[in-house]
C-alpha cells in the first residue's frame, strides 16, 4: 500500500472518530436538555394546584420534542416553547402571590380596626361590670349570714365566668363578620371589575371605555383617543386556534400599554379596534401614533398546550384629538370615522 494510501486511511478514521464524539456529545446535550425540563417540572413551586399541573403538563409536550429534535429549527422551536412556558408561569404565580399580599393586607388592616373598636368597647363594658363585683365583695364583706355570702361568692364567680366567654364569644363573631364582609366586598368588587373588562384581552371593554369619555365630555374636558386597528384579526382564525390569537392579541396590547405608561386608559372598541384615552398634548400623542403603527406591527409568540406558537399581526394606529367645546356628537362621529378608517384592510 503506497504511503499516500495509509494517509487517506488514517484520515477517514480519524473523521469517524470525531463524528462519533459529536454525536456522543450532542446525545449528552440532549439528554441534559432534556433532565433540565424534568428537573424543571419536578421542582417548580406550586401556588395553585391547577396552574401547577398545566405547567407541568405543558413541560412534559416539550420535552417531547427535545427528545425528538432532529435541525437547529427543531431546537429553536423547543426553546421558544420552554421560556414561553417558564414566562407564563411567572407570570401567573406572581398574579397570584399580588393577590394572596392583598389579601392578607386587607385582613390584616380590618384586624387592626377591629382590635382597636373592640378593645375599646370591651373596656367600657368590663368597667361596668367590674363595678358591679365591687360592689358585691363589699355585700360579701358586711353581711354575715353565711348562706348568703357563699351565694354572693358563687354569683360573683358566675359572673366572672360570663365575662370571659362574652369576650371570647365577641371576639370571635366580629371576626367572622368581618372576614365575612371583607369577602364579600372582595366579590363585588371582581363581579363589577368584570363586568367592565373584555374577557379575551383583558383590557376594558367599550362600555368601560364610553362611560370614561363620558364624564370627561360632561365636564368638557380636553383629551386624545389613539386608536389602534388590527387589519389582519379576522383572517387569523383561519390559521390559528382562539388560545393562539388571544395571545398574540394580548402580547400586542402589553407592547401598547409599555409605550403608554401608566397614564392611560387603554381598552377595546369593537372585534378589531383597540383605544386609548389619553390627556397628553395631541401633538405628542400624534408622535406616540406613529411610533404605534411602527412598532406593533410584526411577530408575537403565544403559548398553546406546551408549544410556542409565532402569529403576525398587523396593526395601525391613528389619533383623534377632543377639544374644550366640542359636540358629543361631532366627536363619536370623528372616532367611528378612524376606527372604520383603520378597520379596512
Known sequence: MSPSGGGSLISIRKATDDLGKLEETIKTVRATYVHAI??????????????????????????????????????????????????????????????LRNELKTAADAMEIFAENVVS?????????????????????????????????????????????????????IAQLRDEIRSLHDQIDADRKAHHVDGATGVWNRQKLQSQMEQM?????????????????RRLDQRYSPAVIEG??????????????????????DEEIFAAILQIDPSYAISISRQASQKLSGTYTAQENGMSRNIELQAVAGVIERQRGMDKTAFYKKLDQMAEVLSKG
Open 38 to 99: 424534568l428537573s424543571t417540572s419536578h421542582y417548580s413551586v406550586e401556588i395553585d394546584a391547577g396552574d401547577s399541573t398545566k405547567f407541568r403538563n405543558n413541560l412534559e409536550v416539550v420535552r417531547a420534542q427535545a427528545e425528538g429534535a432532529a435541525d437547529e429549527e427543531d431546537w429553536r422551536s423547543i426553546q421558544a416553547s420552554f421560556r414561553g412556558e417558564l414566562r407564563d408561569h411567572r407570570d401567573r404565580s406572581l398574579a397570584r402571590l399580588t393577590k
Open 121 to 173: 368597647s370591651s373596656a367600657d363594658h368590663k368597667e361596668g361590670l367590674q363595678d358591679a363585683l365591687g360592689t358585691l365583695d363589699a355585700v360579701i364583706r358586711e353581711e354575715s349570714i353565711l348562706k348568703v355570702r357563699d351565694a354572693l361568692v358563687q354569683t360573683k364567680a358566675q359572673i366572672s365566668s360570663s365575662i370571659e366567654r362574652m369576650e371570647q364569644e365577641h371576639h370571635l363573631i
Open 217 to 233: 365630555l360632561e365636564h368638557d374636558e380636553s383629551f386624545c383617543v389613539l386608536v389602534v386597528g388590527i387589519r389582519n384579526l
Open 248 to 269: 398574540g392579541v394580548k402580547a400586542l396590547l402589553q407592547r401598547l400599554a409599555k409605550m403608554l405608561g401608566d397614564n392611560s386608559m387603554v381598552g377595546r372598541w
